[in-house]
């Protein structure tokens, strides 16, 4: 029933920008911790960042304060703001979902390329 869908993707040059989304429906959405994953090509799903239900924040060590999670509770959005992006962020990115039942979902993916 829960759908989750990333759009934003796409291709950017080192210290470039990009602003990925991620729309939810059937759920309530309120009550959800949301998240982004990556994964390169070849490696394992990585933790990005995700956000509490009260809006608390974690990242990953990677992060370096370059990519900033937030979330529009009132439009079922969830945002992931990529700056000073680096080839090392280049991954497919996923959205995530975890309800107040411990239900999880996923999102597609969207492919995210940092190169000259």
């Known amino acids: 029933q829960v759908q989750l869908v990333e759009s934003g993707g796409g291709s950017v040059q080192p210290g470039g920008s990009l602003r990925l989304s991620c729309a939810a429906s059937?759920?309530?959405?309120?009550?959800?911790?949301m998240g982004w994953y990556r994964r390169a090509p070849g490696k394992e799903r990585e933790l990005v960042a995700s956000?509490?239900?009260?809006?608390?924040?974690n990242y990953g060590d990677s992060v370096e304060g370059r990519l900033v999670i937030s979330r529009d509770n009132a439009k079922k959005m969830a945002y992931l703001q990529m700056n000073s992006l680096k080839p090392e962020d280049t991954a497919v990115y996923y959205c995530?979902?975890?309800?107040?039942?411990?239900?999880?979902?996923w999102g597609q993916g969207t492919q995210v390329t940092v190169s000259s």
């Open positions: 059937g759920t309530i959405f309120s009550a959800n911790v």
């Open positions: 956000i509490g239900t009260g809006g608390g924040t």
């Open positions: 995530n979902a975890r309800t107040s039942g411990v239900m999880v979902y």
